[in-house]
């Protein structure tokens, strides 16, 4: 049985991981996830009109506390469900979404007038979510996680995916088109990005003082099977501060800009 030679590494190879070995330290700022304490105005974008609070609630109402600006953006409702709404005014969940964002102290940023379940393309949502994150100019988006190992929700992951593709698609000066045959003055870079529901989180948020008014948010969603969640979600914060100080946690994967585009760093 022939023994495999050794590849010899070249010096110049050598030479480059000395470097990198010394160098590497160094990144270790560029890996850290971005805090969440830095955040002045944020947007999250849900897919379903109760998903910010039942994945967020206890983290919007402690910035709302500390004077962030929050924006909320639904992206599904039920205008096609709703077998009571004629198409004009609001459905029944989005009625239920404004009454969440007053428990919260949100502002809302609107509906993108797709309904549950939309056979719209991620491009399509993705376009319009462009146009809301120009006009808001947040420091940080916010959204489920699409890669969610579990998740099998078409909904979440068209929608996230959407949010994904705004947030780099907002920087272009080219994107959509040009103004007058010239650049964009409107664009926008968001610094942070943020994920819900994810099972891969580098952040977790006290909302031990904030548990009870996430609770009374997520009870505005009164056509939604509340009574039953509830008590899961309560045990799922807890859950979550496990190992922790905190009586209550909720948990995030954030990521910065420099991290959106090619770069396989460990973010954590």
Not at 85 to 90: A, F, I, K, N, T
Request: aromatic share 8%.
């Amino acid at each position: 049985m022939k023994r495999k030679r050794k590849k010899k590494i070249s010096a110049r190879l050598k030479v480059t991981r000395r470097v990198f070995k010394t160098v590497s330290p160094l990144l270790d700022p560029l890996m850290a996830p971005p805090k969440i304490e830095g955040i002045k105005r944020a947007l999250f974008i849900q897919p379903h009109p109760d998903d910010n609070q039942i994945a967020a609630g206890g983290t919007i109402a402690a910035m709302v506390e500390r004077g962030v600006e929050v924006f909320e953006l639904t992206a599904l409702d039920d205008r096609y469900l709703d077998l009571t709404y004629s198409g004009q005014g609001l459905t029944v969940r989005q009625k239920e979404a404004l009454a969440a964002q007053e428990v919260l102290g949100m502002k809302n940023a609107g509906f993108l007038g797709f309904g549950d379940r939309t056979e719209a393309s991620t491009r399509e949502i993705s376009e319009k979510i462009v146009e809301v994150i120009r006009e808001i100019k947040p420091d940080a988006v916010f959204t489920a996680d699409p890669n969610l190992e579990n998740e099998c929700h078409e909904d979440h992951i068209k929608v996230a995916n959407a949010v994904k593709y705004a947030v780099m698609d907002a920087t272009f000066p080219f994107y959509p088109e040009y103004i007058d045959n010239k650049p964009r003055k409107d664009v926008w870079t968001v610094k942070t990005l943020g994920f819900y529901y994810t099972d891969k989180p580098n952040t977790i948020v006290d909302i031990s003082d904030y548990e009870q008014i996430k609770i009374d948010s997520i009870r505005c969603h009164k056509s939604q099977p509340i009574n039953e969640l509830e008590a899961v979600i309560v045990l799922l914060g807890q859950q979550l501060a496990l190992d922790t100080e905190y009586k209550s946690a909720e948990v995030f994967r954030l990521i910065s800009n420099f991290h959106m585009h090619c770069f396989n760093l460990p973010v954590g």
